[in-house]
């Protein structure tokens, strides 16, 4: 029998149940307390997302120092290494791939990609909804993650005449599916590590739930945008979309591996919707085309913009002036709907050649070719450096995983990558530049971009920084490990709330890595306690995280800024909390049907050996 821990060598030990609580109903009550502030803040109070979090991230300080009894120094310490992980590991992979996107716009090669869409596909707000934020948006996750996609994806609908608001949501809801395979696997290899579970097994799993979800997704987003009409006149579009996209994802995880099913799957289902809609035109196009967003075409037009009041009371996702503006063609944002070629090419310019085409996706062909190469040279990791923090690194211990005692002692080693995939991105922004020179653009234009990037992401980088921070001292402080176990102590109706405590990690940190991070260990030995299948699970806390993407703070404030929505984090958050709830809750139905009904679809842990 091993022998039990001398608690008496750590500054704090974590309370399961704080002595000033009755049980652990009363610990889930007060420890969830922060984020619900975060919630009203935003959504109810509108308060600007870096004051919601603040106010957060106090209450949490205050929580974690008086009833869970942490010492504030050991508060203090988990803030900090949390920002920093933050800044680096998540805001400077966004600012890079921002700058990447601004450095297409001021060479004026965005024009480039806006016509190559509008000339060589439907000239349809509804087909570029599906291409741009299903098909891009899922490239974009699986190169590079951590909130580029909405800021990216969101920038280039309002660049083809979306509102705002509207391509800022449709990004949002779109961003689930990829975000598990996000950033070349990074969240199923996390997963695997900190489970010890074989990562084919996880990567199977996982890839026997996204494509259910992901197959019906474009529709999904679709009727929220365009209505019962819009679906009818797109159905099959957004079903030769989410099926190309769901079966490679499928074969990919299960076949190969979790690097590539949202790369392989994104570029597939691309290729495959272009080629469909060269045959197939939805039914009412000329109802629905696109318009030039504002006089010129620069991001910075887009930043400066302030939120229609019509967008914001739009319901669902799309909203009255989009429909009302397209059906009477009437002018939006100072732009008249183009009907005739001659009004096209009056409004987009004309039809672009090849080597306009080249230069307007060369920038995203550059990035995915070098992340995936940096990747898979493991430059990262080679010039990792481990920074101990001494007076946090093994102080505390984590009443929680007790019964493992090597998991039980909780380390604080920050592994700082200074070639990280924020740097691969900047050697693309690099190339891209040197490229866009030596075909004529100016030379001044990587240093516009970048203070373009620094303009539209400060209070990001602020409120993402906060935010982190929060979720570090709810980890350090065992706040988060009461919230699990308060769940996991429901005994089989775990199965359908186990997705529910990766959405609250994700809500907190914006990451999926993040969430599995935090509670992979902790739902493997719900699992084995209750006797519910560990694979399935684990892989429960990864999707029911991705869920909750559109919610985060991290990525809506990220949102917000890219597209001049700066304030408005709480009308975002009203819009796509339900969808998010509505995912989780549909992934819970998912995991009991795959636990009871379905069992033999759950890959054996041995699985690809």
């Known amino acids: ?53 603040l106010a957060g991230l106090a209450l949490t300080i205050l929580i974690a120092c008086v009833v869970w009894t942490m010492p504030v120094n050991l508060a203090f310490y988990s803030l900090a290494i949390g920002m920093i992980f933050a800044l680096w590991n998540v805001c400077w992979v966004v600012f890079n791939a921002l700058a990447l996107f601004n450095l297409t716009v001021r060479a004026g090669h965005f024009d480039g990609f806006r016509r190559s869409l509008i000339y060589y596909v439907p000239n349809d707000k509804r087909v570029y909804l599906v291409i741009i934020g299903f098909c891009v948006g899922a490239l974009i996750e699986g190169i590079a993650g951590f909130g580029s996609t909405i800021a990216i994806c969101s920038s280039m609908l309002v660049n083809l005449g979306f509102e705002p608001l509207h391509a800022l949501t449709i990004s949002l809801i779109f961003d689930t599916t990829p975000v598990a395979f996000g950033a070349l696997g990074v969240p199923i290899t996390t997963l695997a590590k900190v489970t010890d579970l074989p990562t084919r097994a996880l990567s199977a799993m996982q890839g026997r739930q996204l494509p259910f979800i992901g197959l019906f997704l474009p529709l999904y987003v679709q009727f929220f945008y365009s209505g019962w009409r819009g679906v009818a006149d797109t159905w099959a579009l957004c079903l030769v979309a989410g099926a190309s996209f769901g079966v490679i994802e499928f074969a990919v995880s299960n076949y190969i591996g979790p690097q590539l099913p949202d790369v392989l799957g994104s570029l597939g289902s691309l290729i495959v919707t272009i080629l469909f809609l060269q045959f197939h035109k939805p039914k009412n196009s000329d109802k629905w ?55 096209l090419v009056a409004a987009f310019g ?49 009443s929680a995983y007790a019964a493992t005692p090597k998991a039980a002692v909780y380390g604080a080693t920050y592994a700082w990558q200074p070639l990280g995939t924020g740097t691969g991105i900047l050697c693309a922004v690099i190339s891209t530049y040197f490229m866009f020179v030596a075909t004529g653009a100016k030379a001044r234009i990587i240093w516009d971009a970048y203070v373009d990037t620094v303009r539209q992401v400060y209070l990001a980088v602020l409120t993402v920084t ?31 709330f186990s997705p529910f ?57 990220t949102g917000v800024t890219t597209v001049g929505l700066v304030g408005k984090e709480g009308s975002v958050i009203r819009k796509t909390l339900p969808h998010s709830i509505a995912f989780a809750i549909l ?20 699985f690809g050996s």
């Open 1 to 53: 029998m091993a022998s039990s821990p001398d608690l008496s060598a750590y500054a704090f030990v974590q309370p399961i149940v704080p002595s000033s609580l009755p049980n652990i109903g009363a610990a889930f009550v007060v420890g969830i307390l922060p984020v619900f502030l975060v919630l009203v803040l935003l959504g109810v109070f509108r308060v600007p997302a870096w004051l919601s979090a």
């Open 289 to 343: 085309r696109a318009h030039p967003p504002t006089q010129g075409s620069g991001i910075v037009e887009i930043v400066t913009s302030t939120p229609s009041k019509e967008g914001e009371a739009a319901e669902g996702v799309a909203g009255d002036k989009d429909k009302n503006a397209n059906e009477e063609n009437i002018v939006i944002d100072g732009s008249k709907v183009p009907e005739t070629e001659e009004e």
């Open 350 to 398: 004309a039809k672009p050649n090849l080597l306009e085409v080249f230069l307007a996706w060369a920038p995203w062909i550059m990035v995915s070719a070098w992340v995936i190469a940096w990747i898979e040279a493991n430059v990262p990791n080679n010039f990792q450096q481990n920074i101990v923090w001494t007076h946090l690194d093994k102080q505390i211990y984590i």
């Open 466 to 496: 906060i935010v982190i921070g929060l979720a570090y001292v709810m980890n350090y402080s065992g706040i988060a490990y009461s919230l699990g176990l308060a769940l996991a102590s429901l005994g089989n109706p775990f199965a359908f």
């Open 501 to 557: 405590l990766g959405w609250i990690a994700c809500f907190l940190s914006g990451s999926d890595t993040s969430s599995n991070t935090l509670f992979g260990n902790l739902q493997k030995l719900a699992a084995q306690t209750i006797g519910l299948n560990r694979i399935l699970i684990c892989v429960s806390n990864s999707t029911g995280a991705v869920m909750a993407k559109m919610v985060s703070v991290q990525n809506v404030t």
């Open 587 to 606: 992934v819970g139905c998912i995991v009991c049907i795959q636990q009871w009904v379905t069992p033999g679809i759950i890959p054996a842990e041995n």
